[in-house]
């Protein structure tokens, strides 16, 4: 199996997983800090119609992809701010709006472009070329150090924005980053995992990481070990059988998380406090 790696496509392959494993569940931890497990998913739908578009006029995927999903996921933090009922519809207008546009633009594009849609809806790591490999480690540089600036205002935001208001933290400005680093972590996302479903990368090893955490340090650190376990191990396993990596980084992403819900669930009735009941006999 290691003598794959003497190919350049399977070295790309796993600088790419490396960087999805760890970077998805540190953005997606505050994510699920703020009730907002499905931005992810409506910000891949949004960046699919920028794959349509790029295919649509033969330009790059990935710049037009990423400028989509940041547009996308302001506007849905925008109206959220303003309406958390008109936040949720917005969210659902994209999920159909994005898809029916990356369809429609593919579908006027050259025959060959639906083979390479294919590619970004499900993902295909064969196919990352160089310029693509740099540009996401140019991604993931750039979240990180996002998130080591404005890391702390952004927890604070997310545990109680009255309180962060309080201390004169910006919690617009912080809540559209937080929109933004989730974009970008979809186009980090979209060649590993795929755009329908990178937002499972994001999202389900930082679940499987609560099961057994408490604070939301070790749920991020614990998380992102998850992720890179999953992504890793998905993709060599994709290799040796010939099934897409996506599916399989998923599938053992829920694994990891139905075993550690296993495992969490006698250890938190142990430590439960025991209710000692008094009875009182009258005569």
Known sequence: MIDILQYEFAQRAVVAAILIGLVAPIIGVFL???RLALLGDGTGHVALTGVGLALFFNWAPI?????????GAVSIEII??????????????????????GVMFVSLAPASSSTALNSYLFGSLTTASNSDLIALIF???????????????????????????????????????????SALTVVVGMRVVGLLLVSAIMIVPV??????????????????????????????????????????????????????????????RR??????????EGK
């Open 63 to 71: 710049p037009m992809a990423m400028l989509a999903a940041v547009i």
């Open 32 to 34: 699920v800090q703020r």
């Open 271 to 280: 430590s439960r406090p025991k209710v000692v009941k008094h009875e009182h």
């Open 139 to 181: 991604i993931s540089l750039l979240i990180v150090t996002a998130l080591f600036i404005w890391g702390r205002q952004m927890f604070a935001v997310g545990v109680d924005t009255d309180v962060a208001r309080v201390l004169k933290i910006p919690t617009k400005f912080n809540a559209i980053l937080l929109a933004v680093l």
């Open 80 to 101: 959220r701010d303003r309406s958390k009922v008109a936040g949720d519809l917005a969210l659902a207008l994209m999920f159909y709006g994005g898809i029916a546009g």
């Open 207 to 268: 679940a499987a990481a609560q099961q057994l955490t408490k604070s939301f340090k070790s749920t991020m650190i614990f998380g992102s070990l998850l992720g890179l376990l999953s992504s890793i191990s998905g993709l060599f396993i994709s290799f040796s059988v010939d099934i897409p990596p996506g599916p399989t980084i998923v599938m053992i992403s829920l694994l990891l998380f139905v075993f550690l819900a296993l495992v969490a669930a006698p250890l938190n």
